[in-house]
């Protein structure tokens, strides 16, 4: 994760130049979903963390995967890694949380310090700033911003499609025929920058539902595991950050290309499986416990 938030802060360095217009060269996205998913982590673990030295390196890397996240320009993420950062804290027992919250204030001080001497001694970031903001701005007129009227296009020819095969779908090898405005001609589509219309296409209203059953199945696992206080401390800590990561898939599927990701449906796989070990586990220390008690 570290790797990966240095090089995206590196492609934007060298395009600077360009970011100011943020065009496609001026954006960095090496993965949309590790530099949100380590945050929450983050979080989380610094609501547990007692020793000073680690607490500060956990703070060090909050601020350079916050940096990652601001250069990928992924705007629904944006919003929705401080909804999700305030629900992990929620998740914790109430000296967790005010021990959490501290520690986010003190690294928001930190960030704060060290963007204003980086604006100080780089005017240029400064003009990349505002222009990250007008870019944000302009989500407010749906008729003019191109990102979203080329959305708003795919989406209608995909929902076309979908009413052509809307029980079983079109199968993982379907496509779908779009006008490509920045083109200005048609093409066709195997993917879909919305997550939750890609899989009623694929598989259809069928196989849509059997996924997001299971889907909520394990959120709602993940929901009591979190705050589940038989299991050891580290435990609590990385069930909470899943449990972050799967509602920040779900803000994601709104906008991106997630459930046809291979890299965001391994991460969904190994959350799942963790919390099925975790649910072991708590068997296994419930019969010991039977066990004994009736030896007893």
Not at 17 to 25: E, G, H, I, P
Not at 196 to 217: D, N, P, R, S
Request: net charge positive; charged share 15%.
């Amino acid at each position: 994760g570290l790797v990966i938030a240095i090089g995206n802060i590196l492609v934007m360095r060298h395009n600077i130049a360009q970011a100011y217009f943020l065009f496609q060269t001026g954006r960095a996205s090496l993965d949309t979903l590790l530099a949100p998913f380590i945050i929450v982590i983050l979080v989380s673990y610094l609501m547990a963390e007692k020793q000073p030295w680690r607490i500060r390196a956990s703070i060090i890397l909050l601020l350079i995967e916050t940096t990652a996240l601001a250069v990928s320009f992924i705007r629904n993420m944006y919003i929705a890694t401080p909804i999700v950062a305030m629900i992990v804290l929620w998740l914790g027992i109430r000296e967790e949380r005010k021990r959490g919250a501290r520690r986010m204030l003190a690294a928001g001080f930190v960030g704060f310090i060290a963007l204003t001497v980086a604006i100080f001694f780089l005017p240029l970031l400064l003009l990349m700033l505002k222009a990250f903001f007008l870019r944000l701005l302009s989500t407010q007129s749906l008729g003019h911003d191109l990102a979203l009227r080329e959305r708003f296009a795919e989406w209608s020819g995909e929902w076309l499609a979908i009413k052509q095969s809307p029980i079983l779908g079109h199968g993982f090898g379907g496509s779908f025929r779009i006008f490509d405005i920045g083109s200005g001609y048609h093409t066709w589509m195997s993917f879909s920058h919305s997550s939750y219309l890609y899989i009623i296409f694929k598989t259809g209203i069928i196989g849509a539902l059997l996924f997001f059953v299971q889907f909520f199945t394990f959120l709602h696992k993940g929901f009591r595991l979190a705050r589940n206080k038989s299991l050891s401390e580290r435990s609590r800590v990385v069930a909470r950050g899943c449990f972050g990561c799967l509602i920040l898939l779900l803000f994601s599927a709104f906008l991106g290309p997630v459930f046809d990701s291979k890299t965001d449906l391994m991460w969904v796989g190994l959350i799942w499986g963790y919390f099925l070990a975790l649910e072991r586990q708590i068997r296994s220390k419930a019969i010991i416990f039977n066990v004994s008690h009736q030896q007893i």
